[in-house]
């Protein structure tokens, strides 16, 4: 059903409009300052930290990108994307959609169009002379799809990483987030359709790309080779589909995300899944439709699909769950890495959590996987 008209409104929390959000905001500030101290000496003992196994740089890693988190949900922070290079110049590139049949079925709606889509290569910019035979990823970032970016300052670590491991380039994508103007589903999809398109129109063998996502990109990833297996007879399938993470449960309840019994080990909050499902979700659509939840919609595909994430993770029971529904399908070929202690999407924030090392390994796993399955 497509039927933008049936959208509703749904006022954001008080403080996240004016002036609570200025309030809040002062308030934050003000107190920073003194939360750091406490944090920089709470976590000394091991005792006090969130896993026993975690060093201090871990525990007070995660401690303050859950408190960047809990600010930016509560407050639904909002970064406009800009189109233009700027500093990365030639290494960002924007993408037009230029085949308009390609939007149909689930991805076609009557007020979200497809649009220009932005993208930031790593670590170059792709030359059709001398890239033509290699593994070129195309890799969409995470976020809860109202947060997040492509530029390096925005998570630029873990594509260079995966760049690296696989001896290929990335691609990322700066899809349309659901916190921004017509950003809701199906607009990341529509605008992952594009970027895919994109990489095919340069010449580049479908047998040669590989899908990647983190979190939500993980989502959005499952979602765009869904599309190209069931709805799409215009554009072939990729090679492999990685998977870091990946969020494949928007019908979850956010009270239980908060007391998970990994809530101590996550920077992920139940106020972020709130902001994030109403803001992605169309009022048409139910939070555990196969395009907006994998979980519990297993579907056949010829695409290997290697997953990793973290044993510490609120969104563990699910990623499993999901990995052996995935299994069960004959002909399918999906194989799991699980990081032992590790919180969500250390491809992400492996460096910012101090998780290099084992980030660095999962991306050689996963390179090792894409060779395996040619």
Known sequence: MNAGSLLHPIMSPIRARQPGKAIWTTLVILLSPFRLILLLLYFVPKRFRQHPQWTYRQALGNALLKLWFSYASTVEFRMPKSLQPGSEKERFIVMRPEQPESYSGIAHDKKIKPAPVGGMWYPRLYERDSDSRKKIVLHFHGGAYVLGGVRPKEGGWGPEVLAKAIGGLVLCPQYR????????????????????????????????????????????ALALVRFLGE????????????????????????????????????????????????????????????????????????????????????????????????????????????????????????????????????????????????
């Open 177 to 220: 987030l659901a916190s921004g103007i017509d950003g809701r589903f199906p607009a990341a999809l529509q605008d992952s359709i594009t970027a895919y398109q994109h990489l095919l129109s340069l010449g580049i063998s479908s047998s040669n790309i590989v899908i990647s996502g983190d979190s939500a990109g993980g989502n959005l």
């Open 231 to 374: 709805q799409s007879s215009s554009m072939p399938v990729p090679s492999a589909l990685l998977l870091w993470s990946p969020w494949v449960d928007l019908a979850v309840d956010p009270n239980a995300v908060d007391s998970h019994r990994n809530t101590k080990s996550d920077f992920i909050t139940g106020v972020l899944i709130k902001w994030a499902v109403r803001a992605y979700l169309p009022s048409f659509l139910r939070p555990n439709h196969p395009y907006i939840s994998p979980l519990n919609n297993p579907f056949a595909t010829t695409v290997p699909i290697f997953m990793q994430h973290g044993a510490a993770e609120v969104h563990f029971d699910e990623q499993k769950a999901f990995y052996l529904q995935m299994k069960e399908i004959p002909g399918n070929r999906i194989e799991r890495l699980e990081m032992p202690n590790a919180p969500h999407d250390t491809f992400l924030a492996g460096q910012a959590l101090g998780w290099e090392k084992e980030a660095e390994e999962a991306a050689k796993e996963a390179a090792s996987f894409c060779r395996q399955n040619k």
